[in-house]
């Protein structure tokens, strides 16, 4: 069965940058994009950006250009997300959700999310 | 870039039949037919409802359908149940591989 385990919880103070990793099982990875997307307390869901793990493409939203970057390890099926210049308006959980390389938009499986503190 | 825009709230009795709305622009709802719909309980993770505009995965209930008209798409939930109660969020593809999700809407079965 399809599977994204995401990595625990992380405390950072303002200023650094947190990795968060995603961890595919069940599929092959390269069969389909993975997206992040994050949920700050209390408010809706935010899409962060696309990777292709066919060849590393990715694409950010702008609010996050020059602050995020998402790669792919395909020996390990995982997925990595790193944020940098942590604030504290960036405390949120974190999801990891794939659509197929179809075309489609559909996010069908999702990690559990990692959240994210950001405290001096 | 905004959400797309959708109503913080809507309620309806159990039976009843209620519409949540997603309303964005010419660059992204209205450009293409890859809307998704999702339901989210507390703490959960979202679960997909609607695929592209009006498709139903396997396993979501008949009661649940989508559409679109304009810049406009709509989740309709019918026969409401009290396990229907939660947030629904609208997800629509704006081009240039960038994905925008709506603010969100509370259901409320009373």
């Known amino acids: 069965q399809v599977q994204l385990v995401q990595s625990g919880a992380e405390v950072k103070k303002p200023g650094a940058s947190v990795k968060v990793s995603c961890k595919a099982s069940?599929?092959?990875?390269?069969?389909?994009?993975m997206h992040w997307v994050r949920q700050a307390p209390g408010q809706g869901l935010e899409w962060m950006g696309i990777?292709?793990?066919?060849?590393?493409?990715?694409a950010y939203a702008q609010k996050f250009q020059g602050r995020v970057t998402m790669t792919s390890d395909t020996s390990t099926s995982t997925v990595y997300m790193e944020l940098s210049s942590l604030r504290s308006e960036d405390t949120a959980m974190y999801y990891c959700?794939?659509?197929?390389?179809?075309?489609?938009?559909?996010?069908?499986?999702w990690g559990q999310g990692t959240l994210v503190t950001v405290s001096s | 870039q905004s959400a797309l825009t959708q109503p913080a709230s809507v309620s309806g009795s159990p039976g009843q039949s209620i519409t949540i709305s997603c309303t964005g622009t010419?660059?992204?709802?209205?450009?293409?037919?890859?809307v998704s719909w999702y339901q989210q309980y507390p703490d959960k993770a979202p679960k997909l409802m609607i695929s592209?505009?009006?498709k139903r995965p396997s396993g979501v209930s008949d009661r649940f359908s989508g559409s679109k008209s304009g810049n406009t798409a709509s989740l309709t939930i019918s026969g409401l149940q009290a396990e229907d109660e939660g947030d629904y969020y609208c997800c629509s593809y704006a081009g240039s591989s960038t994905v925008i999700f709506g603010g969100g809407t509370k259901l409320t079965v009373l």
């Open positions: 990777t292709n793990p066919n060849d590393g493409g990715t």
């Open positions: 959700a794939r659509t197929p390389l179809a075309g489609n938009l559909n996010f069908d499986f």
């Open positions: 069940g599929y092959t990875l390269t069969t389909h994009y």
């Open positions: 010419s660059s992204d709802v209205g450009s293409y037919n890859l």
């Open positions: 592209e505009v009006s």
